[in-house]
């Protein structure tokens, strides 16, 4: 069975654009039991006199026991148009995870988005994403 690149990549809005207040918003849980990678995309619009920064969190469960994931965050975005990227393997963090993002001394305009690598047991591609074995 061939598979494309198209069906073994999804685009989830976490936190859809928008001028967010200033606080802490959490994106909804993700369940990453089908995922290989993960990447988290920040796109900021006009920042005033705000910041913002994001960070992925994980959970066992996707409801309690939220914690940082190491190194899992972007620098402090405080200028228009900033852009920041954060990149996951899926076996490096529990199976749910989620966007958090800090506003700062006031509303922000940005969105994050989420591209997620669907794993896939039957392809050939996906195969060469899993971790190898240590040698």
């Not at 988005?113 to 050939?124: E, I, L, R, W, Y």
Request: no cysteine.
């Amino acid at each position: 069975m061939k598979h494309s690149v198209e069906s073994m990549l999804d685009i989830v809005s976490v936190h859809k654009p928008d001028a967010w207040a200033t606080g802490t918003h959490n994106s909804a849980a993700i369940d990453t039991i089908r995922f290989s990678e993960e990447a988290f995309f920040v796109k900021v619009g006009t920042v005033g006199s705000g910041t913002v920064t994001v960070h992925i969190e994980e959970s066992d469960d996707g409801s309690t026991g939220w914690t940082n994931i190491t190194g899992a965050t972007t620098a402090t975005l405080s200028s228009d148009n900033d852009e920041a990227r954060i990149a996951l393997r899926s076996e490096v963090h529990k199976r749910y995870i989620r966007a958090v993002a800090v506003v700062a001394t006031g509303a922000v305009d940005f969105s994050v988005d989420m591209v997620k690598t669907v794993f896939d047991q039957t392809s050939a591609l996906t195969s060469t994403w899993i971790k190898p074995a240590a040698s």
